[in-house]
């Protein structure tokens, strides 16, 4: 249990030096140009933000690839810097609403930021682990979430957190890394290098 608590403590602050200091050296790829690389449209950044992009640190583009219904109630977990929310908000309309959760409170100031910049309304962003969220029971008809599980240990608590907010006929939209194959035995994984 302490371990999996300092492991939390370790990513939160990982997360929380990406949104304070986006253009540094972090041991994963953060901002704009690896948006761009994961295929999120460049036409549709130049619409957004440049505060929501510069920290962004997902590992797709599930804000894209997912369908988004007009008018639907959309979680985005672990929403970080606010990227997929913002398009995800644009995507619901004004009859829609998008709730972005995450841990650190860093990264959600940005998505705050982007939000009034945007002049978006119809998106909110709460502090919250992904294994407690301030959510009631069945509100989420659509779900986004863009790489969280290989970072946070309590997934079994994630999955039923998640069971528990999403409607009976609700759709869940993810993205993960996941390895292939074993890597070499000389790639050590530790904090200069999480994707190992």
């Known amino acids: 249990m302490e371990r999996m608590k300092h492991l939390r403590e370790e990513v939160r602050e990982a997360?929380?030096?990406?949104?304070?200091?986006?253009?540094?050296?972090?041991?994963?790829?953060?901002?704009?140009?690896?948006?761009?690389?994961?295929?999120?449209?460049?036409?549709?950044?130049?619409?957004?933000?440049p505060v929501s992009m510069e920290a962004f640190a997902g590992v797709s583009n599930v804000s894209i690839f997912a369908e988004i219904p007009e008018g639907a109630i959309v979680l985005d977990l672990g929403c970080g810097a606010g990227l997929?929310?913002?398009?995800?908000?644009?995507?619901?309309?004004?009859?829609?609403?998008?709730?972005?959760?995450?841990?650190?409170n860093r990264m959600l100031a940005r998505a705050r930021q982007a939000a009034t910049e945007a002049k978006?309304?119809?998106?909110?962003?709460?502090?919250?682990?992904?294994?407690?969220?301030p959510l009631d029971d069945k509100l989420i008809g659509l779900a986004l979430i863009n790489g969280i599980f290989n970072l946070n240990p309590a997934r079994d608590a994630i999955f039923l957190e998640l069971a528990r907010v999403m409607r009976k006929e609700g759709e869940l939209f993810g993205a993960e890394l996941i390895l292939r194959m074993p890597l070499p035995a000389f790639v050590k994984g530790g904090k200069s290098n999480w994707f190992a």
């Open 120 to 133: 978006l309304t119809n998106v909110e962003f709460f502090q919250a682990g992904a294994e407690s969220l």
């Open 84 to 104: 997929d929310s913002l398009i995800a908000a644009r995507r619901v309309g004004k009859k829609g609403k998008v709730i972005g959760v995450d841990f650190s």
């Open 15 to 49: 997360y929380s030096s990406a949104a304070e200091r986006p253009h540094d050296k972090h041991p994963f790829p953060v901002g704009r140009d690896f948006a761009e690389s994961l295929g999120y449209p460049q036409e549709l950044l130049d619409q957004l933000p």
